[in-house]
């Protein structure tokens, strides 16, 4: 099936990355989003032509619009904008590659027009998880995981008959750049230091959580709502080489692993194509050049977000809320380099300690437990 695509954040790594998907695919773009990124936002609404192009900042915006003022492209702004490529008739498949709490609305919106939702933003799911699934089962909207983790698991479960017979996931993580440091280490690192991931290419936000291994943390908590799993049958392991990017253990033993090279390009694919495979642009793994495969145990108490995500994962309510706003402020403190790198879990857990846990919320408790967890990080820095 050729598919109609509309790209939230398109200038993005997960966005550009889907892009080159689409064009050597064959996809129509119908609609993309973007930040600010006007120039790179320019040139890919020239290339792929959608009928829709919005930027969230209302000056970008303002500028697009004279730079296509040629086109028939249409030019919006702010979150109507971005809610208005989420729900285009003309796009059947929304790729939600929003970085942050600011996926969740347009995901919601895609949901309700029963769209496939190819999900780049775990944070959607790690705060309003049982929400956002419960509303794609009423609307029958399919949401199909993009985050390389999770599309391992998706493509190793396609042969399961049953979600019963599933003994456990098994999310693997590369450990990031400061694998093996002490807390005293860890104390020392740079920014620069830690956007240096060792195995993949990813935008800033994402890299910082893979450093401190919030990243996984995240990846837990949406694995739980993606896949209606308890905590105690999800299990995260280190493996360095970023080759196995996850495994699923059945009742009998078999445990079934997805593999391959460090290139988005295949689970972007795979969430478009699914059920069906076809050829594309990602780089085939070579087995013959791989090296040993190696799995060791996490080290949550060094590194701490790691250990405050497993803990919000068994707490729920709006405390897997909290847990993402705090840190979605935490990073972006620590990349304006106001504040040291293991202030980011320290931050965190002041924030989950101050802001008041709601259990079984409603959207707009989630987003003031996300407002809160924000307030509560700013003063602690002031």
Known sequence: MKRTLSILGSTGSIGRQTLKVAEACGYKVAALTVNRSVELAEAQAREFRPKLLAAVDESAAADLRVRLADTDIKVLSGQAGLLEAASLPEADTVVTAIVGVAGLRPTLAAIDCGKRIALANKETLVCAGELVMARAKEKGAEIVPVDSEHSAIFQCLQGCKDRGEVRRLIITASGGPFYGKSCKELSLVTKEQALRHPNWTMGAKITIDSATLMNKGLE???????????????????????????????????????????????????????????????????????????????????????????????????????????????????????????????????????????????????????????????????
């Open 220 to 382: 837990f908590i949406e694995a739980m709502r993606l896949y209606a799993m308890p905590p105690e049958r999800i299990q995260v392991v280190v493996h360095r080489e970023s080759i196995v990017h996850s495994l699923v253990e059945f009742e009998d033993g078999a445990v079934l692993a997805q593999l391959g090279s460090a290139d988005m390009c295949l689970p972007i694919q795979y969430a478009l194509t699914w059920p069906e495979r076809t050829p594309g642009p990602a780089k085939p793994l070579d087995l013959l050049s791989c090296p040993p495969l190696t799995f060791q145990r996490p080290d949550s108490d060094t590194f701490r977000c790691l250990g405050l995500a497993l803990e919000c994962a068994k707490k729920g309510g709006t405390s897997t809320a909290i847990l993402n706003g705090a840190n979605e402020a935490a990073v972006g403190l620590f990349l304006e380099d106001k504040i040291s790198f293991l202030d980011i879990p320290r931050l965190v857990e002041g924030a989950l300690d101050r802001a008041p846990v709601l259990d079984a919320p409603g959207l707009d408790d989630i987003f003031e437990a996300d407002r809160a967890a924000r307030e509560a990080v700013y003063q602690s820095v002031r």
